[in-house]
């Protein structure tokens, strides 16, 4: 039962900023990974950034220098930052965030439902 939940979504300025904002619940076990995930209307889902649980970070070639994706372990949150924003961010963000047990070869995939950012002037 573990439950994300997106907020921060919104109309952006182009230059401007914005900032996501994910958090997770319903589970006491670590989550290897959260990441932003950006859909636009008739492309496919892509990856924005991801942390994992020690600190590394992934940035999409797309925002590197404008976007800063932020992890708060002992809160079970991940902020993205946008800024200097341009059209080609919009899109749906969803937060995503994947368990791996330690003894386990399984994994675990949540989504959260999605937040729609909108930049336009």
């Known amino acids: 039962q573990v439950r994300l939940v997106e907020s921060g979504g919104g109309l952006g300025q182009p230059g401007g900023s914005l900032t996501l904002s994910c958090a997770a619940s319903?589970?006491?076990?670590?989550?290897?990974?959260m990441s932003w995930y950006r859909q636009a209307p008739g492309k496919e889902r892509e990856l924005v950034a991801s942390?994992?649980?020690?600190?590394?970070?992934r940035y999409a070639d797309a925002v590197k220098g404008r976007f800063t994706l932020s992890r708060a372990n002992a809160k079970n949150t991940v902020d993205l930052q946008m800024n200097s924003l341009k059209p080609e961010d919009t899109a749906v963000y969803y937060c995503?965030?994947?368990?791996?047990?330690?003894?386990?070869?399984?994994?675990?995939?949540?989504w959260g439902q999605g937040t729609q950012v909108t930049v336009s002037s």
């Open positions: 995503n965030a994947v368990i791996v047990p330690a003894y386990s070869a399984g994994t675990s995939t949540y």
């Open positions: 319903g589970t006491s076990v670590s989550i290897n990974v």
């Open positions: 942390a994992t649980k020690y600190g590394t970070m």
